[in-house]
């Protein structure tokens, strides 16, 4: 292993929900858009890691095994472009409020252990596709995906023969709200 590795938290997608996602993207947008998001990395972050040492690594896993959050459900009912970054998104309109508490705590947690975090406010979407500069032609909607979260997990980011792959390190269930 090396020193530093590509670390972020975030909730992963159904295998079925990626399917849905992916199938309905390539109905949606014209081939041209950007680079897709391979189906296997399709997920919500949470906090941004960057590259971080093993020490800080076990010290942010040590961190999360004690967060106490709970489940959630959320529709993925909006969906955007941001042409400064490139990223075209799915998302939602309302996001509930136990994922913004697990995420605030998660990056406050990741900024206290020297991991910068982006003064932007959290806004939680899964990117469809990458590299899309040039002006993009929005679906009026989404399909308004449920997306039952119910646990989250720490993710390395690697980039291997051309394309970045996610590999799950870590995961921790959430809490029935009855149960906290």
Same mark, same amino acid.
Do not use: D, E, I, T
């Given at each position: 292993m090396s020193a530093e590795r590509r670390l972020f938290f975030a909730l992963s997608l159904p295998a079925k929900l990626q399917k849905q996602v992916i199938k309905w993207r390539a109905e949606c947008f014209p081939q041209d858009t950007g680079r897709p998001v391979a189906a296997a990395n399709l997920h919500i972050t949470l906090a941004f890691l960057g590259e971080i040492s093993e020490l800080k690594a076990e010290a942010l896993i040590r961190v999360a095994g004690r967060i106490q959050a709970q489940k959630f459900s959320m529709h993925l009912d909006d969906i955007g472009h941001w042409p400064g970054s490139g990223v075209v998104w799915i998302? #939602?309109? @309302?996001?509930?409020?136990?994922?913004?508490?697990?995420?605030?705590?998660?990056?406050?947690? #990741?900024? @206290?252990?020297?991991?910068?975090?982006s003064a932007l406010p959290f806004h939680p979407h899964v990117s469809l596709y990458r590299s899309a500069t040039r002006p993009v032609a929005i679906p009026p909607a989404t399909p308004q995906w449920l997306l039952e979260a119910d646990a989250f997990s720490l993710y390395e980011s690697t980039y291997e023969r051309g394309r970045t792959r996610y590999r799950c390190l870590r995961t921790w269930p959430l809490a029935d709200a009855s149960a906290l």
């Open positions: 998302g #939602a309109k @309302r996001a509930p409020n136990a994922l913004l508490q697990l995420a605030s705590v998660l990056r406050s947690h #990741a900024a @206290r252990n020297g991991c910068h975090q």
